[in-house]
């Protein structure tokens, strides 16, 4: 070979070398010199991510000080800055998220560009409230319809969005637009998606119930989603109504009525009878116009997903919020990790629509698969860029899962790894569900509430949570796991019932979600082992020793509770146990019995023991096995504390 092709060779090898070196320090991460971690932690992937070093060198630094952990688990606070320490990065404490945070509005919706193109649009106006305060039928008046009737249980289980006309005395019948969201206290993700959204928050307060403790949190949601707020006092009706009594509560709340000097409007209704309802209707109209709402029709269409979920006959099904823009059949659309064409437009009461404008709701048909409810949607320039963008975002929705589910729902901390140096019981148990339910909303209410159940003895560990019906898929997921399958307002097919039965799989459906929750409750305590503890019977002072060589007989007196025959007894002598036996023998004056109550004297034997002395001190007990219940306490057994 010439001496020219081996000197380009070896130049050729030492410019690749300089491009790969070049390549991999323009491609390495600098580290973060000051973490901001929240109450939630850090995963250990994402803080070797911070720290720019490897997953392994955050595993082998907690090894070195004596916790285990692997790659897709979960880091509380302590442990990151245990961490963070080691490779000389200060950690900084998130304020841990407030309920009323959710409530926040993070998109605006209206850029620069739009600012010439600015039209008024009708106002979005969210009714929220504490559980049977009457919400849905007040709505249901508006509307002229009757919407309450075929709820389960009687309370608003998901988000209804609706637009009426109504008439204001003018030249043509005004546009509102209404959101109905749920009361009852598991559905705070979806109040506060709601009043994420609105423009005027209707607060709806009983009046011959006052204000409860969702109508509170409605209050704080509207509040920190910083729109105005209107006050409807319903059911003045009633008996026992006092409309009076509810603004005193309200302005301990910070709401204060108009005629009290206030800023609040607060307008006595009755859901049933229509009084005070164009009042009501008069008061939202005159808030819109102080706000004077206008958004741009056409720019390319943008808002929220306000509910989602699987249609048997249309497949997935999106309820939209149109907050900017004009949504047309046939745009291509990204709502999170979901994408898709839309083949069909509805309007709130059904009927087939062309397009929808801003504050318009709206049912859309198109999408590959069911979005996640409070996700902002928006239209892309094409299929082709919607599908590339939901492929990224569905990257790291399935890293999040994987890594939750590896972890099997638990996170790693000090306090968790001290629990188990102190105890032989090792890993706490896990209960493995499989979740499905009507709505994309109703999967993210009951996780949060399920999430909120105290988990230090036995972890939730969901496979799987989706909308949708319960497929014989879901039955061999759960018979593969040794899981349980819950269903929340979907049919439950014979087919798959008789699935279910044959491989063994307990399967549940419910149509209210509390029902739902006190039954998982009552699961997850019949996987904790019952406990066995001792019980005080009695208390006695040795007062005398009768007999001599193995007879001998304690005389004893009984201070506290009674002696038992055959109970367990604990001899001390000062601060020294010096025996635990069982009782053998009682007697009361000459005659044998059973017990012996308190204030009375009596003579004992112990099984195996025979020293006693003048003082001794005995105290009785029984070994009583008792349930545990998740928050630590300890009741007597039932017999329902296992799903039958």
Not at 170 to 188: I, M, V
Request: aromatic share 4%; hydrophobic share 40%.
């Amino acid at each position: 070979m010439k001496p020219q092709n081996i000197e380009a060779r070896r130049s050729g090898r030492g410019q690749r070398r300089a491009e790969r070196a070049a390549k991999a320090e323009a491609e390495k991460k600098e580290r973060e010199e000051i973490l901001e971690v929240g109450p939630e932690g850090l995963s250990v992937r994402d803080l070797a991510d911070k720290l720019a070093i490897n997953e392994a060198e955050v595993i082998k630094t907690l090894f070195l000080k004596g916790v285990a952990c692997s790659v897709t688990q979960t880091l509380d606070r302590d442990l990151v800055v245990m961490v963070a320490e080691a490779f000389e990065t200060e950690v900084l404490f998130e304020e841990e998220k407030k309920v009323e945070d959710d409530a926040r509005k993070v998109d605006e919706f209206q850029s620069e560009e739009d600012l010439e193109f600015l039209e008024a649009r009708p106002p979005v106006a969210t009714i929220m409230g504490h559980v049977d305060h009457g919400k849905t039928s007040l709505l249901d008046y508006i509307r002229q319809t009757r919407v309450a009737k075929g709820e389960a249980g009687g309370i608003t289980q998901a988000i209804g969005a609706y637009q009426v006309e109504v008439d204001m005395g003018e030249e043509d019948p005004r546009k509102l637009t209404f959101l109905d969201t749920p009361g009852h206290e598991a559905f705070s993700a979806m109040r506060a998606r709601g009043a994420r959204v609105t423009d005027v928050a209707i607060v709806i307060c009983a009046a011959d119930d006052g204000v409860k403790p969702q109508t509170v949190e409605a209050i704080r949601h509207a509040q920190a989603a910083e729109v105005p707020i209107i006050v409807a006092i319903n059911k003045i009706d009633k008996e026992g109504a006092n409309v009076e009594r509810v603004k005193q509560m309200l302005s301990e709340q910070g709401l204060l009525p108009e005629e009290w000097g206030g800023e609040t409007p607060m307008i006595p209704v009755s859901a049933h009878t229509g009084q005070g309802v164009p009042e009501l209707l008069e008061n939202l109209s005159l808030v819109a116009e102080v706000c004077e709402l206008k958004a741009n029709p056409c720019r390319p269409a943008a808002g929220t997903v306000i509910e989602a979920f699987l249609d048997k006959a249309r497949g997935p099904t999106a309820t939209m919020l149109v907050q900017a823009g004009t949504l047309r059949v046939g745009d291509a659309v990204l709502a999170g990790s979901m994408h898709g064409r839309v083949r069909a437009l509805l309007g709130d009461t059904g009927e087939p629509i062309e397009e929808a404008g801003p504050s318009t709701p709206v049912q859309i048909l198109g999408l590959n698969d069911v979005p996640t409810a409070g996700t902002t949607f928006e239209v892309c320039e094409s299929d082709a860029v919607a599908r590339q963008r939901a492929s990224e975002a569905a990257i790291e929705e399935r890293e999040g899962r994987l890594a939750e589910q590896a972890g099997g729902g638990s996170k790693v901390t000090l306090a968790n790894l001290k629990e188990d140096w102190n105890s032989d019981e090792g890993e706490p148990a896990k209960l493995n569900i499989i979740l499905k339910a009507d709505t994309s909303g109703s999967v993210e209410a009951i996780k949060a509430s399920l999430g909120s159940l105290p988990q230090t003895k036995v972890v939730l560990r969901f496979l799987l949570a989706q909308p949708g019906e319960i497929m014989q898929s879901d039955i061999d997921l759960a018979d593969a796991s040794g899981g349980v399958v819950f269903g929340f307002n979907v049919s439950l097919p014979e087919a798959v019932i008789g699935h279910a039965t044959q491989r063994g799989v307990e399967v549940r459906s419910y149509s209210v979600i509390y029902d739902l929750i006190d039954e998982v409750t009552s699961a997850m305590e019949g996987l904790l082992v019952p406990v066995t503890e001792k019980e005080l019977v009695g208390e006695a002072e040795v007062r005398a020793v009768f007999g001599s060589g193995s007879t001998k007989i304690a005389g004893c007196f009984v201070n506290e509770g009674k002696l038992k025959k055959g109970v367990m007894v604990e001899v001390t002598r000062g601060a020294k146990t010096v025996f635990e036996g069982e009782i053998s023998s009682l007697r009361r004056i000459k005659d044998i019995v059973k017990e012996v109550e308190r204030g009375l004297e009596c003579g004992l034997q112990v099984s195996g023991f025979n020293e006693w002395k003048d003082g001794d001190n005995i105290t009785a007990y029984e070994m009583v096995e008792k349930v545990q219940t998740l928050d630590g306490v300890v009741e007597p057994p039932k017999e329902d504390d296992v799903l039958a």
